[in-house]
């Protein structure tokens, strides 16, 4: 782990991106391998960085408005960093895919309906720091892939999670990686209290 100086999260909202009613949001799943267990079963030893709300209300996975000035792996990177401390490398396949959803709190003149389309990358984490910019009102937690699953406080992550171990699954032939990867991951709205 590293210390972590003069960094600050970014707020407000005039660079954010917005596209045909939704604003768009990029978000990623920090993961990481336990070095201390040997096993040949990689579903034992993969682990998932979750985040609390700024509420504090349920787990989720960093994300964040997309702005005008960084490309949407920057803004991916940039919420791990801001919301969980962390740093990591976007690796080969890292998209996951995009999912929209609701947001009450981000209703506006630019999207009335709160609508966001998030983005989602799978990011390995290569760095924890000891302090990151929002520490004061955010908990992080790694939890195993079906923990992830069960303390997932929306809908629409717990679908990107899904299609995160689904593509696990399918690099490293390990089927019950996937748990339930035969879920649909289509793009259906969903509410989101904390965007």
Not at 9 to 24: D, N, S
Not at 152 to 177: D, G, Q, T, V, Y
Request: hydrophobic residues 35%; aromatic residues 8%; glycine residues 6%.
């Amino acid at each position: 782990m590293t210390n972590m100086t003069a960094l600050v999260a970014r707020t407000g909202r005039e660079q954010q991106r917005y596209e045909h009613g939704y604003r768009l949001v990029a978000g990623c799943i920090p993961y990481r391998y336990k070095e201390e267990v040997y096993t040949h079963n990689p579903e034992q030893t993969l682990e998932v960085l979750m985040v609390t709300s700024q509420r504090g209300k349920g787990r989720l996975f960093p994300k964040g408005g997309w702005e005008t000035d960084e490309t949407l792996e920057e803004a991916a990177c940039r919420e791990a960093l801001e919301e969980a401390g962390v740093r990591g490398q976007l690796k080969m396949q890292a998209y996951l895919g995009s999912w929209e959803f609701k947001s009450k709190r981000q209703q506006g003149l630019s999207s009335p309906e709160g609508l966001c389309r998030a983005h989602m990358f799978a990011l390995a984490v290569t760095e924890q720091l000891d302090s990151w910019p929002e520490q004061q009102s955010r908990r992080r937690q790694w939890f195993s892939a079906a923990e992830a699953i069960e303390h997932c406080c929306h809908e629409w992550m717990r679908r990107a999670l899904i299609k995160f171990l689904a593509n696990l699954a399918s690099s490293s032939s390990s089927p019950s990686l996937a748990l339930s990867s035969s879920e649909d991951s289509s793009n259906q709205v969903d509410e989101d209290q904390s965007a």
